[in-house]
């Protein structure tokens, strides 16, 4: 059971080492990288440096711009049955790809993920994210709630449910998740983290307002999804840094 890992990038110098060293690391083997970036730092020339320890691509996609769009085009040249989507701040356990491997090899599920970690040492941010697993776990007991940090799939099932969908500037990971469902896809998310983020994000917005959208957000994923898109609070893709929405559409 191969994989093709797929990491979209844009301006991670600082952090795309990290990640490339956890998956050098890993204690399965059998994968290709393909890094899909529109950076205009150094991203590239650090990913270039882990080539004599992991099978790497860098690809340049044209056009558009945002995660979702990059992951796609990642996905596109990807030679594996199975493609992992993580972030480029994320670093994952020395046997994450040997768990995800397993679960694929059983033929039961399509899509796989885990609980995570925030890469901190404040209490606070080991609380909340406690509290984000306890209840996506339980929404996972009827519907999935996955995160695009690390979420492996088929590439068949990924293909037939249309591929992250480009127009979404929110929420593209629990769509496609939703999508994958709706369509008969069963899913398994490991209760035991099998990576750790960056909560670089947490620093840059504030964690009173950070946690409280994605409370907020976790409530209204249970609506409607005509109601979703209306009352979803919108948030900036990780990596972009300029955050508006001309990062993400290309404008």
């Known amino acids: 059971m191969k994989f093709s890992v797929i990491i979209p990038t844009f301006n991670e110098e600082k952090y795309i080492g990290k990640t490339l060293e956890s998956l050098s690391k890993q204690a399965f083997k059998d994968f290709e990288v393909i890094i899909s970036d529109i950076?205009?730092?150094?991203?590239?020339?650090?990913?270039?440096?882990?080539?004599?320890?992991?099978?790497?691509?860098?690809?340049?996609?044209?056009?558009?711009?945002?995660?979702?769009?990059?992951?796609?085009?990642?996905?596109k040249v990807a030679n594996n049955e199975i493609l992992l989507f993580i972030d480029a701040d994320v670093t994952l356990r020395k046997n994450a790809l040997k768990i995800i491997n397993r679960s694929f090899s059983r033929g039961k599920y399509a899509f796989v993920s885990s609980a995570s970690l925030p890469d901190s040492f404040l209490p606070i941010d080991h609380i909340a994210i406690g509290v984000w697993n306890v209840y996506s776990a339980i929404r996972g007991l009827f519907k999935p709630v996955f995160q695009g940090a690390f979420f492996a799939v088929k590439k068949e099932a990924f293909e037939t449910v249309g591929r992250f969908q480009e127009d979404i500037t929110f929420a593209e990971d629990f769509d496609l998740s939703m999508r994958l469902y709706d369509a008969g896809y069963r899913f398994k998310k490991h209760k035991r983290p099998l990576f750790k983020f960056s909560v670089r994000r947490f620093d840059q917005e504030g964690r009173l307002k950070f946690f409280f959208r994605m409370s907020y957000n976790g409530i209204i994923s249970i609506l409607p999804e005509t109601w979703q898109k209306k009352l979803m609070w919108e948030y900036e893709l990780e990596g972009y840094e300029n955050g508006g929405r001309e990062d993400r559409e290309g404008v």
Do not use: H
């Not at 340049?60 to 796609?72: D, L, S």
């Open 39 to 75: 950076s205009t730092d150094e991203t590239k020339k650090v990913a270039e440096s882990f080539n004599d320890r992991l099978n790497i691509r860098v690809i340049t996609p044209k056009g558009k711009r945002g995660v979702a769009y990059q992951r796609n085009e990642g996905a």
